[in-house]
């Protein structure tokens, strides 16, 4: 299992975005590909259509800027040939076989840009530059704390997934072997209870090491925009405006 | 400094009292080891010191605990953190953050200490605990002496005056002790009060000024160092403790020859292009016991894996009785006892999980296990619920019962006092003649109690194979003294 | 309780269950790459999350944990991409799964699998996206034709979304009697709870 969410280390990873910024992205996403908000014909379709192409296009670019070049064409090929297929082949295909591939291609072309820009999100961020972000948005330290906990605690149930997995490997428990049905229950016990135990040492760590006090928590991460960011602002600000004058009937 | 007056404590939800009536003072710099076998209490004193108990470990507390003025026992624990630093055992589970900087800085930061400053502090830290090199990794991606490292950095980031030690070697190989001990001679050049809590003995001669040695709950004698290291090796036995030097061990008796041998075959094995395994040929004595050491990332794990036949990618082959086994044979022939056995226990009682692997029925050879082992009564108990040893016990009837033939053993004894590190060694040579155990470790105590063969790896290649007697002692003292 | 406010300690427990917990309904999850599968999650999802699920509940003794829980699920969604949806849908149910196992003062077993029930609901969010105006989406390519779109509204019809939001809470519920099955079972034999 790959846990590699905002395990980003500092070197090497190319363009740098504030997470601001790339939340802020990932709503624009949300609004406009996934939820696939504002008017659909006439000029404002035009304009949409367009701001839907420009968003889908993003991951693609962000990440060959993150130095991901083969997620990046990856995401290209999978997504151009789904849009390929969603536009081609399934008016010629009939019953069962159009439901499936109609299904397959619609959910991915439609899931694909926003799953891959949070990937995006996720890989090239660290969790100091993630909290220091949330600090910087008043977000409260009730859901800051338990959130880069989890963060740092992902790698660990991965590797306590592994073990489990190779223990029962030794013990001939495997798919297709007998006690088929137990697998579940044998990876969950063993697993939640490792992972108790260490969270019971983590809490002790951190506590004697100040966690949870009154005063306000520094975060010695820097975080803060620059001509990358505005950039992104500017396009998901100019969206939303599109938005607001469609609402209002303008376009 | 700090003044424990008669205090006594009993955990939440049980009966029995673990500390009774415990004083101790202690003064500014001063440098005090805790030592005594497992559960004398040793951990619950470390634990009212840094405040766990009884704001973390819940439990009635009778008695103070003041430290620079302050009562601990009364006192938030974000109060005691500024005065008390403490460092645990488990590398793996001390650390809060995903980075190492980040994590120098976690303290300083729930102090709310001003961004400069906790960045001078890092720098500080980092460099007199020598962990420069280490700064802006990810912490996954170290080893466990270098994690402890950083959790020592980043309590020393804070400008405790006391620091609180709890076995913070039990999970270390020889050169993490050297880079800890180092650490503790420096936080003592500067004045602070060290409490340390142990089991190896050896490293801390020349650091620690006093020796409080326990014993159910109760400090048994509080002496100079000078006077403890006046004790005989056999004293220091009965004691149940470890012992304070190398020159103390020897092997105990003759080693045993298998009659029989088999041989490893192409046991290749490299992670992105990069070998981390190669040895073309290697025949081994089969009923033997033999310990695989070397230095952290010599090829230790990879060689227990592709032995087990875990490594999916793995070629190599296995000659045994002039047959010839390939990965998916070894697997079904060979057993990992993990070092945190609790990932090999899936089943609701003892009896069960040992069955588990088992070809049919045979009521008769599953209690001739059970009895060999001394698990007849804890049949019907859930495996979860068993101490360490005993855990370590089932995992072993569950391998034998499955008729495994070769057992590996990854860290069997770490952070184990002197009496179940003789226990274990005891089961291990039970095993001697039957099965072929490997067993990595870092504990030449357990080694020259147990082993009959050193296999020493080195950069993934076999640096030698020798039987281990009064011949061939030389090197392997050698070995873990030279770190 | 001395304390009603939580504490660093409440707050570590909420991270750790919540990375247990995340990693198994995105292990789940992964059945979605067929995308044909995607509803099936609303029923496996609640069915096993109910086991890390349970054994958390008996360390939630104070006000919020729950609601938490719930709203760093939704923000983990928007983080990976699912939009922002489950953060609404898991601020309300989860605000709700809070208000009933409070009710039961936070240690009735029968109300726990109700609140499971409830907190399950939260992965129903993720679902809003295809069914909101989905006809206006896919007909912004107009050149489809109106047989096209029959096929996409059939694809998922509107009953499926109030049937995945039962789906959500009925197997929540069975997941909450599973979760509660495995606990007697192994976690108070072993002593872990």
Redesign the interface.
């Known amino acids: 299992?790959r846990?590699n969410?905002?395990?980003a280390?500092?070197?090497k990873r190319g363009l740098v975005f504030d997470p601001r910024t790339k939340?802020l992205l990932?709503?624009a996403?949300?609004t406009f590909v996934?939820?696939?908000a504002g008017q659909?014909s006439g000029f404002g379709?035009i304009v949409?259509?367009a701001i839907?192409v420009i968003l889908c296009f993003l991951p693609f670019l962000l990440l060959l800027a993150a130095k991901r070049r083969k997620a990046a064409l990856r995401y290209a090929i999978l997504y151009l040939a789904m849009y390929v297929i969603?536009?081609f082949v399934?008016?010629q295909t009939r019953g069962i076989l159009?439901?499936?591939i109609?299904?397959?291609s619609?959910?991915?072309t439609?899931?694909m840009?926003?799953?891959?820009?949070?990937?995006y999100?996720?890989s090239s961020t660290?969790?100091?530059e993630f909290t220091a972000a949330m600090q910087k948005m008043h977000i409260s330290?009730?859901?800051i704390?338990?959130?880069?906990?989890?963060?740092?605690?992902?790698?660990?149930?991965?590797d306590?997934?592994r073990?489990?997995n190779?223990?029962?490997?030794?013990?001939?428990?495997v798919f297709g072997g007998k006690?088929m049905s137990?697998m579940?229950?044998?990876r969950?016990?063993?697993?939640?209870?490792?992972?108790?135990?260490?969270?019971e040492?983590?809490?002790?760590?951190?506590?004697?090491?100040?966690?949870?006090?009154?005063?306000?928590?520094?975060?010695?991460?820097e975080i803060g925009f620059h001509m990358q960011d505005w950039v992104v602002f500017l396009l998901c600000a100019t969206a939303y405006f599109m938005l607001i004058l469609s609402k209002f009937g303008v376009l | 400094m700090i003044e424990m007056n008669n205090v006594s404590f009993t955990y939440a939800n049980t009966e029995a009292c673990i500390l009774e009536d415990i004083s101790l003072q202690i003064k500014e710099g001063e440098c005090v080891l805790l030592c005594g076998g497992s559960g004398c209490g040793k951990t619950t004193v470390t634990r009212l010191l840094n405040g766990l108990i009884p704001h973390y470990y819940e439990g009635t507390v009778s008695g103070s605990v003041v430290i620079n003025g302050l009562d601990v026992t009364k006192a938030e624990l974000y109060e005691t953190a500024k005065y008390v630093g403490s460092v645990f055992q488990n590398p793996r589970s001390q650390f809060f953050c995903v980075d190492t900087t980040s994590e120098i800085a976690f303290g300083c930061e729930n102090m709310g200490l001003e961004s400069p400053l906790i960045k001078e502090r890092v720098a500080e830290a980092a460099e007199k605990l020598n962990a420069v090199n280490l700064l802006g990794r990810n912490i996954f991606q170290l080893s466990g002496g270098e994690k402890q490292k950083i959790a020592c950095a980043s309590v020393s980031a804070m400008e405790p005056a006391v620091f609180v030690l709890d076995e913070p070697t039990s999970n270390l190989d020889m050169p993490a002790i050297g880079d800890l001990r180092r650490t503790l001679l420096a936080w003592k050049a500067e004045g602070k009060t060290i409490v340390i809590a142990e089991h190896r003995l050896y490293w801390l001669k020349d650091i620690c000024d006093r020796v409080v040695y326990m014993a159910e709950g109760k400090i048994a004698f509080d002496i100079p160092i000078s006077a403890f290291l006046e004790f005989s090796p056999i004293k220091i036995r009965e004691l149940g403790l470890r012992s304070l030097s190398m020159e103390a061990l020897h092997s105990t008796k003759p080693p045993s020859y298998g009659a029989e041998e088999f041989t490893l075959k192409d046991f290749y094995f490299s992670m992105e292009d990069i070998p981390i395994l190669s040895i073309p040929a290697l025949t081994l004595p089969q009923g033997s016991l033999i310990a695989v050491i070397g230095e952290n990332g010599a090829g230790k794990s990879t060689f227990s894996r592709c032995l087990c036949g875990l490594e999916k990618g793995f070629r190599g082959k296995v000659l045994f009785h002039s047959a010839l086994y390939g990965r998916r044979k070894m697997l079904e022939k060979s057993y990992l006892v993990m070092q945190d056995v609790n990932h090999q226990l899936f089943c609701e009682s003892v009896e069960e999980e040992i069955r588990l692997g088992m070809e049919g029925e045979n009521k008769e050879k599953i209690k001739g296990v059970l009895a060999d082992l001394g698990l007849e009564n804890l049949c019907q108990r859930h495996p979860l619920s068993l101490s360490g040893g005993q855990k370590q016990r089932v995992a072993i009837a569950s391998a034998i019962l499955a008729d495994k033939e070769f057992l590996i053993f990854d860290e069997p004894t770490s952070g184990l006092d002197f009496r179940h590190m003789e226990q274990t060694a005891k089961l291990l040579r039970s095993l001697q003649g039957k099965k072929t155990v490997f067993m990595i470790t870092h504990d030449p105590e357990l080694i020259v109690r147990c082993c009959s063969h050193i296999l020493r790896f080195k950069q993934g290649r076999v640096a030698e194979f020798y039987a281990l007697s009064k011949e061939t002692e030389g090197k392997f003292f050698d070995f873990f003294t030279q770190s | 309780m001395k304390n009603e406010k939580l504490m660093g300690k409440d707050l570590i427990n909420i991270g750790i269950f919540s990375a247990i917990y995340f990693i198994i309904i995105f292990a789940i999850a992964m059945l979605g790459y067929i995308p044909i599968f995607m509803p099936l999650i609303c029923v496996i999802g609640p069915l096993i999350g109910g086991i890390p699920f349970m054994l958390f509940l008996t360390k939630v003794k104070k006000f919020g944990m729950i609601l938490i829980m719930s709203l760093i699920m939704g923000i983990l969604m928007l983080l990976t991409g699912m939009g922002y949806y489950s953060i609404i849908v898991g601020a309300i149910s989860g605000f709700i799964a809070e208000m009933i196992y409070k009710s039961g003062k936070y240690q009735s077993a029968g109300k726990a699998v109700l609140t499971h029930g409830v907190f399950s609901i939260w992965m129903w969010g993720n679902f809003i996206p295809l069914f909101t105006n989905s006809e206006k989406y896919f007909s912004t390519r107009q050149d489809f034709g109106q047989e096209y779109i029959d096929a996409l509204t059939s694809l998922l019809p509107p009953w499926m979304f109030p049937t995945l939001l039962a789906a959500c809470f009925v197997c929540g519920i069975i997941g909450g009697l599973i979760g509660k099955s495995v606990m007697k079972k192994h976690f108070i034999k072993a002593g872990i709870v």
Do not use: H, W
């Open positions: 299992m846990a969410v905002l395990q280390t500092v070197e939340l990932l709503i996403m949300t996934l939820g696939g659909k379709g949409f259509s839907s969603f536009i399934t008016p159009n439901f499936f109609l299904g397959t619609g959910i991915i439609r899931f840009p926003s799953i891959l820009l949070g990937f999100v996720v660290t969790v100091s330290e009730k859901i704390i338990p959130l880069s906990v989890m963060f740092r605690f992902f790698p660990t149930v991965g306590e997934f073990c489990i190779q223990a029962m490997r030794m013990r001939g428990i006690n137990k579940l229950e044998y969950l016990v063993p697993l939640l209870s490792c992972s108790v135990k260490i969270g040492e983590l809490s002790a760590a951190a506590l004697t090491r100040g966690l949870g006090g009154t005063v306000k928590r520094t975060n010695v991460c």
